[in-house]
């Protein structure tokens, strides 16, 4: 019954910033883990950003100092700061939120929401 709304996605130049948020609703748990996938057109999704529900986080390589990963766990609501954008960070973004950080829970996933970077 857990529904995950992602928003803030849109059109930007590079060198600009966006704010995705995600939030999910249905759920008396908290979540553990909470990260960020992009897929861009003739990739294979990929990890952007992963945070616990300690406050660590790990970002992939290509975005690290340029986005920001954070969450309100009172709410359970998910962030990614995205500045500095660039062309190839053009993608559907999706949250994932997991009860466990392991591999054998898939988690939540929400619609995807499209990010545009125009050169």
């Known amino acids: 019954q857990v529904q995950v709304v992602e928003s803030g996605g849109g059109l930007v130049q590079a060198g600009g910033s966006l704010r995705l948020s995600c939030a999910a609703s249905?759920?008396?748990?908290?979540?553990?883990?909470m990260g960020w996938h992009r897929q861009a057109p003739g990739k294979q999704r990929e990890l952007v950003a992963v945070?616990?529900?300690?406050?660590?986080?790990n970002y992939a390589d290509s975005v690290k100092g340029r986005f920001t990963i954070s969450r309100d766990n009172a709410k359970n609501t998910l962030y990614l700061q995205m500045n500095s954008l660039k062309p190839e960070d053009t993608a559907v973004y999706y949250c994932?939120?997991?009860?466990?950080?392991?591999?054998?829970?898939?988690?939540?996933w929400g619609q995807g929401t499209q990010v545009t970077v125009s050169s």
């Open positions: 249905g759920s008396s748990f908290s979540f553990n883990r």
């Open positions: 945070i616990n529900s300690g406050g660590s986080t």
């Open positions: 994932n939120f997991r009860r466990y950080d392991a591999s054998f829970d898939p988690g939540y």
